[in-house]
């Protein structure tokens, strides 16, 4: 079992040199600057994350230095999605994410796989009309196959279905749901496994931070898929947050039950929105909330890794879903740290002490 603490802080007070100054002792150096999320997460035993963009990973050196920089785990943002990775039946284009897999080993840096089945950002050809249920399980069969196997051995954690569960503890509905039943999880993950029996294979969803009705759905759904055998090991909480919100207070508790299950457990795409334009008290109430989902991760036994679903203001996605908010990242939109980000930084700093 993996120990961490987080430390507590220590202040240290400046003494005044006084007599005489030709015996007094040289002036000290200044301290070195803060060290960055990267070297932190490596000496709290935590991989730290971000989605990549990859038009601004080709395209702004400044942004692709930072990925470097403070990331040990990167996330593709879209282009393993089966739009990108099969655009037309039997046609696939793997360029855009064998990129970020070359960049991740030039970097030393471990991938997240995301995703494999979801009922959104699928090909155009993947359609209800096209298929009957038995030749759409051969066909979502062929994709997760054919991916995983694509990237077997260059890819450490799968988001292997995506979004599955209502707020209210339902099932989505969604074309899988429809046409092949809720037995296309356990399928899915059994596909993904013998694809690649060493990577490890997530569920993931949002809003399933605290204990819910969602998180509730999830529990019952993973002690039925470790009763069947199913190869299961990670749950994610995506954790996009909002100031307006909060954060819920069992986030540990939820992760914890998980981890009491057998699965390890990770925070997948954080952010923390706000209404614009920003001010003093959202600001720190950003700042908590990220700080809130990094320390339940630090404070659980098996949660792994912590993600941001990209890390700077430039390249949010979050203006374009929610209108009159944004501001979501520790990064402005000119690649300077915000508030939020110097408190991630400083928890970190304490759990590797």
Not at 308 to 313: E, H, S
């Amino acid at each position: 079992m993996r120990v961490r603490a987080l430390a507590g802080v220590v202040l240290l007070t400046t003494l005044t040199l006084t007599g005489n100054p030709a015996t007094a002792s040289p002036a000290r150096p200044a301290p070195p600057a803060p060290t960055g999320l990267r070297a932190l997460a490596d000496r709290a035993d935590l991989r730290i994350g971000t989605a990549v963009d990859m038009a601004a990973l080709a395209d702004d050196d400044a942004y692709r230095a930072a990925v470097a920089r403070e990331f040990n785990t990167v996330t593709a943002e879209n282009v393993m999605k089966w739009e990108a990775t099969e655009p037309q039946q039997g046609v696939h284009d793997w360029a855009a994410a064998d990129r970020l897999v070359d960049f991740a080993r030039a970097n030393r840096q471990k991938v997240r796989g995301h995703t494999l089945v979801w009922h959104n950002q699928n090909p155009a050809w993947v359609t209800e009309e096209a298929f009957t249920p038995a030749q759409l399980r051969a066909v979502l069969r062929r994709h997760i196959i054919d991916e995983v196997t694509h990237f077997r051995g260059k890819i450490w954690h799968w988001d292997v279905v995506n979004e599955i569960f209502n707020d209210d503890g339902t099932w989505r509905d969604s074309i899988w749901l429809r046409n092949l039943g809720p037995g296309y999880v356990a399928d899915a993950f059994r596909w993904a496994h013998q694809a690649d029996p060493k990577v490890k294979l997530f569920l993931n969803d949002y809003n399933n931070e605290g204990v819910n009705a969602k998180s509730d759905a999830y529990y019952e759904l993973v002690k039925q898929l470790k009763a069947q055998g199913v190869p299961v090991h990670g749950y994610g909480v995506q954790g996009h947050l909002a100031v307006q919100y909060g954060v819920p207070a069992d986030t540990l508790t939820n992760l914890r039950r998980f981890e009491k299950l057998g699965l390890q457990t990770a925070f997948t795409e954080v952010d923390v929105r706000m209404p614009l334009p920003a001010d003093p008290i959202k600001i720190q109430a950003q700042a908590q909330g990220f700080t809130a989902l990094l320390q339940a991760c630090l404070l659980a036994d098996r949660c792994v890794s912590y993600t941001l679903w990209g890390f700077t203001d430039r390249y949010s996605w979050v203006p374009g879903v929610f209108d009159g908010e944004g501001s979501a990242t520790p990064y402005d939109e000119n690649l300077s740290p915000k508030p939020a980000y110097a408190a991630l930084r400083d928890t970190l700093a304490l759990a590797g002490r």
